[in-house]
């Protein structure tokens, strides 16, 4: 009988190394998957990990997709450090994304590129709201924010269901629903011309900075790590975990409505029911494959942004369907749980089986 148990002093060493062990793991899986499906391995695995990389115009690609990546991922992990359980970050980008477009919707020919201020403050906002929802159901009401935040983002589909198959619809749109598309002004400006990529890169940049400060630079963010790793000792100290709960939620929301508010008017320039493939739950993986690490969310974000390039890249060259990309992720966080348990963990053989028999 196999029996797991825990190693009393783990290598810090296989800790940093099990992203990397956790990925060569995916390779592998993914090369016998492309074999099972009767594609050349080597073939399948190049759209996922080389293709992405090749030329201007792919990298520019990649740094659009992980965008909104890092951003739920940078929000989410200061939760978990902070041992609070948001995986609503969908839910939140979907209000960002929601509230920016209604915004972006009033902006007309004539006005000027300032409206892009108001509309991604709007996006931070919303995403803010939806995350308030959260705290106040955990703080007033001890509800477990796990199963809330969850619950509020099929409030949210839903909510922007209703607007683009109801009052926000183009009635110009040949019934698809959608809105009409934004105004010039309120689209974000280009980083490299003739590429989509926009500032919002930019943008995920600078709050990856500002988050590094935030966690290591300040009583809030000692305060927060404190809090998720030591709980009583934070107490002994007088750190308020209702603050730290506050504090957490609204940033992590924050940040997700941003990624929402990019997306709206950046490569969509338009609201509609798509705005999102699964960013937020992606963000989940990109959180813990980063380790919780602003700097490391940066390489797991590009990673899954490799994954979502690979899969629509798989779906047109080889006839796989688009699930290739949530296999990939699927497979990533599963290697990588297995990774950390084995170096956390020694597998036993104990005869408690044999004697039963």
């Given at each position: ?64 997709k992980a965008t909104p990546l890092i ?35 009033q902006a007309t020919d004539d006005t ?152 709206a008017v950046g490569p969509l320039g ?88």
């Amino acid at each position: 009988m196999l029996q797991l148990e825990a190693r009393p002093a783990p290598s810090r060493t296989m800790l940093v190394l099990s992203p990397l062990i956790a990925l060569a793991a995916t390779v592998l899986f993914g090369a016998l998957m492309f074999a099972a499906l009767g594609k050349n391995p080597l073939d399948g695995l190049a759209l996922f990990f080389v293709e992405p990389l090749k030329g201007l115009y792919g990298l520019s690609e990649l740094g659009l997709k992980a965008t909104p990546l890092i951003l739920c991922g940078l929000g989410l992990a200061a939760c978990y450090r902070a041992n609070v359980w948001n995986i609503g970050a969908e839910g939140q980008l979907l209000l960002g994304a929601i509230a920016a477009s209604g915004v972006a919707l009033q902006a007309t020919d004539d006005t000027t590129r300032w409206i892009l201020v108001p509309i991604l403050v709007a996006g931070v906002l919303g995403g803010m709201l939806w995350a308030a929802l959260v705290a106040v159901l955990r703080d007033r009401f001890h509800a477990n924010e796990i199963l809330t935040s969850l619950m509020l983002v099929y409030v949210a589909q839903n909510l922007l269901d209703y607007l683009v198959y109801g009052p926000w619809k183009d009635p110009e749109g040949y019934n698809f629903p959608q809105t009409a598309l934004f105004a010039a002004s309120t689209t974000l400006p280009k980083l490299i011309p003739d590429t989509r990529l926009n500032i919002g890169f930019a943008i995920a940049l600078l709050a990856v900075a500002a988050m590094s400060l935030f966690m290591s630079r300040t009583l809030q963010g000692f305060r927060l790590v404190v809090g998720g790793q030591a709980a009583d000792a934070a107490r002994y100290a007088g750190f308020s975990a209702r603050k730290s709960l506050w504090t957490v939620l609204l940033l992590s929301g924050g940040l997700s409505g941003l990624a929402g508010a990019l997306e709206a008017v950046g490569p969509l320039g338009q609201l509609t029911p798509h705005v999102s493939p699964g960013y937020g739950f992606a963000a989940i993986i990109v959180a813990f494959v980063g380790r919780l690490n602003s700097i490391g969310i940066v390489f797991s974000g590009v990673l899954m942004a490799m994954f979502y390039i690979g899969g629509e890249l798989a779906q047109s060259r080889l006839g796989l369907p688009n699930a290739m990309t949530g296999v990939f992720q699927g497979l990533l966080l599963f290697c990588l749980l297995a990774a950390d348990t084995l170096v956390t963990h020694r597998v036993r053989i104990t005869g408690r089986g044999m004697r039963h028999a």
